[in-house]
């Protein structure tokens, strides 16, 4: 499976807001310019991450984004499930397929697909951030 731009971008938007002071507000275009995303994309996704309660929006000419609650408390896997609008690994219809109903394809690729989200499940956005230090160095917050 491979995740969308709009997923990719929301984990480091999150990232990057759990690597702030909680109080600390942060625009887009910073984080845009830290990741070399166009601010357009960051719009979309911050909207998106604000809808589904994952950050806190600040309007005015101080405003700004930080994370509406703790990175421990911010699954890995509801990230990506909420994130993600097509799941759907495979899709046996369009063109359909002479194996449709005879084929277990689907079922195991269904399967694989159940064993990631198990996976990411296990893991918080703290996880991803064990090491701020290095993470803070790479993205040149110092």
Do not use: W
């Amino acid at each position: 499976m491979q995740l969308t731009h709009h997923t990719d971008f929301s984990l480091r938007v999150l990232i990057f807001l759990s690597l702030q002071d909680k109080n600390t507000l942060v625009t887009i275009n910073e984080i845009a310019n830290h990741f070399n995303i166009l601010k357009n994309h960051l719009t979309k996704v911050v909207n998106n991450l604000s809808r589904h309660g994952y950050i806190n929006t600040v309007r005015g000419k101080n405003g700004g984004i930080r994370l509406a609650k703790s990175a421990d408390s911010i699954n890995l896997g509801e990230i990506v499930q909420t994130m993600e609008t097509n799941t759907e690994v495979v899709n046996c219809q369009k063109p359909a397929c002479p194996l449709n109903n005879h084929c277990e394809l689907k079922n195991i690729l269904n399967e694989a697909q159940a064993a990631f989200f198990q996976t990411l499940e296990k893991y918080t956005l703290a996880d991803i951030i064990q090491q701020p230090a290095t993470i803070i160095n790479l993205l040149n917050l110092n």
